[in-house]
Nanobody, 122 residues
Framework: QVQLVDSGGGYVEAGGSLRLSCAASGRIFSSAVMAWFRQAPGKEREFVAAFRWGVQRSMYADSVKGRFTISRGDAANMASLQMDRLKPEDSAVYYC???????????????WGQGTQVIVSS
């Protein structure tokens, strides 16, 4: 089982940027899908973006398309989420996840990070 560690959250003003990182304890195989979800207080966990490791195919939620970019990180076993032009409604705890299916539902992912808090002020 792969352990995931999320980092990079913080406090930023609207219009600013943050870069989240997800470090995996083991090898990320080419068939794996790395994804980011977020959960705001009182709301369900929602899909943000997903990335199929081997073919580098990505998909995004409509709410973040054009502002967020998911990609491989700087290290071999690291995924990143670059968040630009942040809005107050982007405030949430962000979770990295790993699965095998290119899917936007949380149940498709087996391994999860502990979450990192993002707060965007207006």
């Amino acid at each position: 089982q792969v352990q995931l560690v999320d980092s990079g959250g913080g406090y930023v003003e609207a219009g600013g940027s943050l870069r989240l990182s997800c470090a995996a304890s083991g090898r990320i195989f080419s068939s794996a899908v790395m994804a980011w979800f977020r959960q705001a207080p009182g709301k369900e966990r929602e899909f943000v973006a997903a990335f199929r490791w081997g073919v580098q195919r990505s998909m995004y939620a409509d709410s973040v398309k054009g502002r967020f970019t998911i990609s491989r990180g700087d290290a071999a076993n690291m995924a990143s989420l670059q968040m630009d032009r942040l809005k107050p409604e982007d405030s949430a705890v962000y979770y990295c996840a790993r699965g095998q299916d290119f899917d936007s539902t949380p149940s498709a992912y087996r391994d999860w990070g502990q979450g990192t808090q993002v707060i965007v002020s207006s």
